[in-house]
Antibody, heavy 128, light 110 residues
Framework: DVQLVESGGGLVQPGGSLRLSCAASGFTFSRHWMHWVRQAPGKGLVWVSRIRGDGNTGSYADSVKGRFTISRDNAKNTLYLEMNSLRVDDTSVYYC?????????????????????WGQGTTVTVSS | QSVLTQPPSASATPGQRVTISCSGSRSNVGSNFVYWYQQLPGTAPKFLIYRNNQRPSGVPDRFSGSKSGTSASLVISGLRSEDEADYYCATWDDKLSAWVFGEGTKLSVL
């Protein structure tokens, strides 16, 4: 079964740091773009960041640019999100999400089909 | 305020049909595929519709999606009590270089 399991959330003071992890299983992790999406209490979904399968390209929402860093270890099938200078408005459930893709026999992407697999989420609370 | 506009709420009775709209612009809905997600209370979002109108395996054919221009719609037919959830549309925005989500529509099954 395809599975994503996040960990590392917790309570942190404003200005503090936290590192989230996401363990992937059941698929060829290195082939897929991976994303972080967050959801503040009682609010909607907000995209945070993404990273390419080889780890060489990433991008961020403006609200976290310069404070958050996405990375991955394909040998460990694990995605990370390093969060620094945390603010109260970063308080959210953080979801690790796979971007689905169809591949040809050589492993080349034929097409992408969206953010298809979601973890259960890990809660980050920023408060003094 | 989200880039994609959804009605905050919708309601219908069991067996009825309900439509949830998602309005965007040329840089997002107008240029890219639209995706829909269902989020039951206290759970992670579930992949519901991809590439405007395709259903992942396991999603009942009561759920259908469509897109025209800069707007998209999710239709749920034969409404059931277990369909009561929040529904989000999503797409890539070429101008923002970011994935964008609608603010979500809370569906009540009366």
């Amino acid at each position: 079964d395809v599975q994503l399991v996040e960990s590392g959330g917790g309570l942190v003071q404003p200005g503090g740091s936290l590192r989230l992890s996401c363990a992937a299983s059941g698929f060829t992790f290195s082939r897929h773009w991976m994303h972080w999406v967050r959801q503040a209490p009682g609010k909607g979904l907000v995209w945070v960041s993404r990273i390419r399968g080889d780890g060489n390209t990433g991008s961020y929402a403006d609200s976290v640019k310069g404070r958050f860093t996405i990375s991955r270890d394909n040998a460990k099938n694990t995605l990370y999100l390093e969060m620094n200078s945390l603010r109260v408005d970063d308080t959210s459930v953080y979801y690790c999400v796979r971007e689905g893709a169809y591949f040809d026999g050589s492993g080349n992407v034929l097409y992408y089909y969206g953010l298809d697999v979601w973890g259960q989420g890990t809660t980050v609370t920023v408060s003094s | 305020q989200s880039v994609l506009t959804q009605p905050p709420s919708a309601s219908a009775t069991p067996g009825q049909r309900v439509t949830i709209s998602c309005s965007g612009s040329r840089s997002n809905v107008g240029s890219n595929f639209v995706y829909w997600y269902q989020q039951l209370p206290g759970t992670a979002p579930k992949f519901l519709i991809y590439r405007n109108n395709q259903r992942p395996s396991g999603v009942p054919d009561r759920f259908s999606g469509s897109k025209s221009g800069t707007s998209a719609s999710l239709v749920i037919s034969g409404l059931r009590s277990e369909d009561e959830a929040d529904y989000y549309c999503a797409t890539w925005d070429d101008k923002l270089s970011a994935w964008v989500f609608g603010e979500g529509t809370k569906l009540s099954v009366l």
